[in-house]
């Protein structure tokens, strides 16, 4: 592959803050750079969830190592500016008109004389929403540079081992752009979109039981300190996505999302199934009781309870920050039997992240677009 000279490096931290100063910062060329760049961003999210997705495919293979995902990683973080530099997907010409202060499109506006409008207000916006673009680019390649070191770090480590827990740990703007987006929404019209999604018991499929546990989720996940994406990936790992819920004698649901039974003195209702277990790493089928909850709410709050009163959980409690951590921690504390369970729930939740991060990504630039009509 035949890079120009004159391309960014994903890695070159200097260029892209050159980018912000001078008397050029609003020119142009360095609008069409922090076009690429954001065009890039998007690309690379792409890239990486064609890899989460096919994951699955390299388990065993010998040389799925932490030394040859690390500088796959790298590829792929330099081929995406390569493509949004070279080919492209279209986005950079329209955030180019969009961003112009000289743009004569709707984005600006042209009086009857000829002359350029302004955008909203009488101020011309382009040079904000250039900063903006900028930021975001910034951002993502600190973020990278930071990954490539951690992941060289950890090259030594047995392969099995996730190394890539620090993505929602470090990766942080659009988890920004994200909470900022929802708290502009009418505050009235959330709670109803919440309570009548909170009332489902039925899920047609996996985004229905996402959008439905989420913002449960993130309150409880605040509680733990926990990216909340990490604890919809337990409950759809325990419930398959929500298809088969523990439900008790008369065919109710017991709300019950994380597999919790009922001991440890439990005085609410229980539901008695049977389930899957692993002794001394062989599955077999066991009879247990399980805690039943009037709601999913319910459901969230007894499971931080459940963590934050037993003892043998506090080492778990204790690397929320990392949520791959936190979650081998509880394998090993003994919350499943599992031997898989941490690894499942890391991938499960990773593969949630990319596809809110690409959902949250097209949102944004189809709002800035409309925004300019």
Do not use: C
Request: charged share 20%; proline share 2%.
């Amino acid at each position: 592959m035949s890079i120009n000279s004159n391309s960014l490096n994903y890695t070159d931290l200097n260029s892209m803050n050159q980018l912000k100063l001078g008397a050029n910062a609003n020119s142009p060329e360095n609008i069409r750079k922090v076009a690429e760049q954001f065009e890039s961003l998007f690309v690379n999210m792409m890239v990486k969830s064609m890899r989460d997705a096919n994951a699955v495919f390299a388990e065993g293979n010998p040389l799925n190592t932490a030394q040859t995902r690390h500088y796959q990683d790298m590829y792929d973080n330099q081929l995406s500016i390569h493509l949004a530099e070279s080919k492209g997907l279209g986005m950079t010409d329209t955030l180019m008109r969009q961003l112009s202060p000289n743009s004569t499109t709707a984005a600006t506006g042209t009086d009857t004389t000829g002359n350029n409008a302004k955008a909203v207000g009488g101020v011309d916006q382009s040079a904000l929403l250039a900063r903006r673009r900028l930021a975001i680019s910034s951002h993502y390649s600190e973020w990278a540079e930071r990954h490539a070191q951690q992941t060289a770090g950890q090259s030594t480590q047995n392969s099995k081992v996730s190394d890539s827990g620090s993505v929602a740990e470090n990766w942080q703007p659009l988890r920004a752009l994200q909470a900022a987006s929802r708290n502009a929404q009418s505050s009235t019209t959330e709670q109803v979109m919440n309570a009548e999604s909170a009332g489902r018991t039925r899920f047609a499929n996996a985004g229905e039981f996402v959008e439905t546990m989420l913002p449960m989720a993130e309150k409880a996940a605040a509680r733990l300190g926990v990216d909340p994406h990490y604890l919809v990936a337990q409950a759809a790992l325990e419930t398959g996505w929500g298809k088969s819920v523990i439900k008790e004698s008369d065919g109710s649901s017991s709300h019950n999302l994380f597999g919790i039974k009922s001991h440890g003195g439990w005085q609410g209702d229980s539901a008695n199934v049977m389930t899957t277990e692993y002794r001394n790493g062989v599955e077999g089928k066991e009879r247990a009781a399980f805690r039943s909850y009037d709601s999913w709410e319910q459901s969230f709050e007894d499971y931080v309870s459940f963590l934050e009163t037993n003892g043998r959980y506090q080492q778990a409690l204790s690397s929320t920050a990392n949520p791959d951590s936190f979650f081998r921690e509880l394998q090993q504390a003994g919350y499943a039997t599992d031997p898989q369970y941490a690894s499942k729930v890391s991938q499960i939740a990773r593969k949630l992240i990319s596809e809110t991060d690409t959902r949250l990504a097209d949102n944004t630039a189809t709002a800035d677009a409309v925004g300019r009509t």
